[in-house]
């Protein structure tokens, strides 16, 4: 079973770019690759995920301003979510899932502020 970090800055201004990572190990496999987000007092909401052919799939509601991608070589995928304002502060987790709709296996999560 795999097991999932996620990196990046407890902190951005509004109007930046959140940048995280998620470190799969031992490898990342045939698995699809999720970002999930849970903002205080809201439920789980689905952010997007890429397969391991590279194809991404986004939450309507924030396709505009998310990108997934895969960093195969440090067995790492990224989420970059640009625009961000407070409405965007929340825990960030990356979660493995066997297919769609699936979420199998989760990161510990990562709090994101949204603040100047």
């Known amino acids: 079973q795999v097991q999932l970090q996620e990196s990046g800055p407890g902190l951005v201004k509004p109007s930046q770019t959140l940048s995280l990572a998620c470190t799969v190990s031992?490898?990342?496999?045939?698995?699809?690759w999720n970002w999930i987000r849970q903002s205080p007092g809201k439920e789980l909401e689905w952010v997007g995920l890429?397969?391991?052919?590279?194809?991404?799939y986004y939450n309507p509601s924030l396709k505009s301003r998310t990108s997934i991608s895969t960093v195969g070589s440090k067995n790492q995928f990224t989420l970059q979510l640009t625009s961000m304002t407070p409405e965007d502060a929340a825990v960030y987790y990356c979660?493995?899932?066997?297919?769609?709709?699936?979420?199998?296996?989760w990161g510990q999560g990562t709090p994101v502020a949204v603040s100047a």
């Open positions: 979660v493995a899932g066997s297919g769609w709709g699936r979420f199998d296996v």
């Open positions: 031992p490898a990342m496999g045939n698995y699809y």
């Open positions: 890429t397969l391991s052919s590279g194809h991404t």
